[in-house]
């Protein structure tokens, strides 16, 4: 743990500014500026030392919140969230994580902050692998109140942060900062629904007491190269545990031919009133390919309406996110992971993929 001070700690904003807006938009580099310049502004006014230290940073996220909030009344969203927290925030605290803030739905968790401790990457995947667990209860929970599943990606990243109380005199609070963060940031934004992801310092922290799945090698903002990341399955220390596996990511897939549908873009929270037509190219339980006439940045939200052409069954209320892009002739590919769906519309794609996989049999 090495003392900063504040001229340190200003040199290390301004140089996490200059990586950052490499890779930003126009309008990013001056939102980031913004950002910045209040922390430097809360820098200079704060007369308490801050350190560096090594942490483990957890981000987890809820999947198709938005979605299942448009269906509810503010009191009924705010007892859910109440119930979700209350259950995540008693495994945190359980294997000594440190709640740094909450961001909406989002959770930001610090191990080995502000108190050291050596076991931090050991606590912190186990408290990822409880919280994934303790989803199927919350959700029985929420089906009682008549609230569909909700799902929660999780990603994981260990390094050195600048950490300590900034602030003035009237409001300070304990946080960290640094790149170390943003990647924490940007590999939970990979995550699907029961995901957990770790990025390649935590997974070479801890390699010799987990077991890894898919890896997957990701461009990131900040981030000149590529950034491998790793899914976590199961680990032995604290204990053996496994994380629960969300069996609508592997189902049958199969190949649409002329299938059209629409979709609509999101930014943050609000659906973009735009409509564009694409087309169907394969399908599963829990997602599918799509040919759209628009570019569309990997892991963005989008919203999707769609017939299977099936009594009953249009779909107008699907949200996914999209995964991977590439160009195809005049389109662009677009492979896209379900976020939210309710259950109407699931088992009819499930119907649907289904009778295609016979049907492809005879």
Not at 235 to 257: F, G, H, Y
């Amino acid at each position: 743990m090495q003392k900063l001070n504040k001229t340190k700690l200003i040199e290390q904003l301004l140089a996490l500014f200059d990586e950052e807006q490499v890779s930003a938009s126009a309008a990013d580099q001056a939102d980031l500026r913004l950002r910045i310049g209040r922390a430097i502004d809360i820098a200079m006014a704060n007369t308490q030392e801050v350190d560096s230290r090594r942490v483990t940073i957890l981000l987890s996220d809820l999947r198709g919140f938005t979605s299942v909030a448009e269906r509810h009344s503010a009191l009924e969203m705010v007892a859910a969230l109440n119930r979700y927290f209350e259950r995540m925030i008693e495994i945190i605290v359980r294997h000594g994580g440190t709640i740094d803030k909450f961001m909406g739905d989002a959770i930001m968790v610090l191990f080995g902050a502000p108190v050291a401790r050596e076991d931090h990457v050991e606590q912190a995947l186990a408290c990822a692998i409880e919280m994934q667990m303790a989803m199927d209860d919350i959700n029985r929970q929420n089906k009682t109140h008549g609230m569909a599943a909700l799902y929660m990606g999780i990603g994981i990243n260990s390094g050195e942060v600048v950490a300590g109380h900034l602030g003035s005199a009237l409001h300070s609070e304990y946080t960290v900062i640094g790149n170390q963060v943003n990647l924490a940031s940007r590999v939970a934004a990979h995550s699907l629904r029961g995901q957990i992801l770790l990025s390649e310092n935590t997974y070479l922290l801890a390699r010799d007491f987990i077991e890894t799945g898919d890896i997957n090698e990701v461009k990131v903002k900040g981030k000149k190269g590529s950034v491998r990341i790793y899914e976590l399955r199961s680990i032995t220390k604290p204990r053996s545990l496994t994380a629960p596996r969300r069996e609508l990511r592997k189902s049958p897939r199969v190949d649409i031919v002329d299938m059209p549908l629409k979709f609509q873009l999101l930014s943050g929270n609000s659906v973009l009133q735009q409509e564009h037509l694409g087309q169907i190219v394969d399908i599963s339980y829990g997602g599918m390919r799509i040919a759209s006439p628009v570019p569309i940045e990997p892991f963005c939200d989008i919203k999707i309406a769609l017939s299977l052409s099936m009594p009953g069954s249009d779909l107008s209320e699907i949200y996914a996110k999209v995964l991977r892009v590439s160009p195809a002739g005049a389109s662009y590919e677009c492979s896209v992971e379900f976020t939210y769906i309710d259950a109407k519309a699931s088992l009819a794609i499930k119907g649907f993929v289904d009778s295609m996989v016979e049907a492809n049999r005879c």
